[in-house]
């Protein structure tokens, strides 16, 4: 966007070239606000990862190529409306005129020298190059990088003049960014980079996802154990049958074996992916289980197989009853820390999903 100031003067219009006002016409519109916001205001800083200085001069910076660009537009429009540019302003001949290089001319005294021209010099002006005015010149594409592309007057050749990191140019999609990529000589949304994130987050709820169904499936398993345990701490003796020991001694070994599934473990690479999605939270709920309850645990898993004939392997009734009442302790207090597993992996679930449906 460029403000016009026109001046008519004889048969010539001028016509100057303003650029639009930083913070009215360019940010926002053509770069995005939070860099603006972080350099003029303080705001949105953390978002962008810079601090204000660091803003104000990126954003300058960006602002003076847009300026270019806009003015190679307008140079470009005044050689088209029958114009030539001096100094920042464009003066247009008239309907008798043809525009020079920094003047208007008679036009049938033009024509008198293109009729002079001979079919050599014409050809040799083609031989030289490639171009006339900027406007014949397309950007183009190194890397990540676009080029803008002008016309050297002298031999007639595409150079470039002014580049822009595609690469720092982020497109925001809520709490994302993703920074887009060159293509065809233009800054364009990076589908490759934005599918690369969808496919990561999508892996990432379903082992967030599978972490909590899991989790549930054993801590139901632990439920039942400890309510087991419970009822055999207070009725201890009655219960004490060897096909109730046997059953119970095969229902807690198979839980002990079982235990909590290892959701560190689980996560630890999806952790590393995404960057603070509370795996400081996550606990190997599983590793107590392993030695709990020593030589009193070791003679219940004997009965597995039936009633032990050695007496030191039998468990004597008070040595039931408070194995059991150990039990029951014990998974309350599993449960009881798995909570905060269970609710960690159910956030990270569905910070994952949330991050997922932003992206397009």
């Not at 104000?56 to 409306?81: I, L, P, S």
């Not at 020991?245 to 992916?273: C, H, N, Q, Y």
Request: net charge negative.
């Amino acid at each position: 966007m460029f403000f016009l100031t026109a001046i008519l003067g004889g048969c010539t219009q001028s016509i100057k070239f303003k650029p639009g006002d930083i913070r009215d016409d360019f940010c926002g519109a053509h770069l995005n606000f939070q860099y603006c916001k972080c350099a003029f205001h303080n705001d949105f800083c953390d978002k962008i990862g810079m601090k204000r200085g660091e803003a104000k001069k990126y954003v300058n910076e960006k602002y003076e190529k847009w300026v270019e660009t806009e003015f190679d537009k307008f140079k470009n429009g005044c050689r088209a409306d029958n114009g030539y540019i001096k100094g920042k302003a464009c003066f247009k001949c008239g309907g008798d005129e043809i525009a020079g290089d920094d003047t208007c001319a008679d036009r049938s005294a033009e024509a008198v020298k293109e009729d002079e021209g001979t079919e050599e010099a014409n050809d040799e002006v083609v031989d030289q190059g490639q171009c006339k005015y900027d406007s014949d010149c397309e950007p183009i594409c190194e890397g990540d990088v676009m080029w803008k592309m002008g016309c050297n007057p002298r031999g007639n050749i595409c150079e470039k003049t002014f580049d822009t990191d595609c690469a720092s140019d982020p497109e925001i999609f809520g709490s994302q960014q993703i920074m887009k990529t060159c293509q065809n000589g233009t800054c364009v949304r990076n589908e490759e980079a934005i599918a690369a994130r969808k496919q990561e987050l999508a892996a990432e709820k379903k082992m967030w996802s599978d972490a909590v169904k899991e989790t549930n499936a054993a801590r139901d398993n632990i439920r039942t154990a400890m309510m087991d345990a419970n009822k055999n701490c207070i009725n201890g003796i009655a219960d004490m049958t060897n096909v109730a020991i046997i059953e119970f001694s095969t229902r807690i070994a198979s839980v002990l074996a079982g235990g909590i599934p290892d959701i560190a473990a689980m996560t630890a690479s999806a952790a590393e992916k995404a960057a603070g999605l509370a795996a400081e939270h996550v606990k190997n709920l599983a590793g107590a289980a392993t030695d709990y309850a020593g030589d009193a645990l070791q003679r219940l898993y004997n009965y597995q197989t039936g009633e032990p004939a050695e007496t030191e392997k039998k468990l004597a009734p008070h040595e039931y009853i408070k194995l059991n009442c150990d039990l029951y302790e014990y998974f309350k207090g599993v449960l009881a820390e798995s909570d905060a597993d269970l609710e960690a992996a159910l956030k990270n679930a569905t910070e994952a999903d949330r991050q997922f449906r932003e992206l397009p």
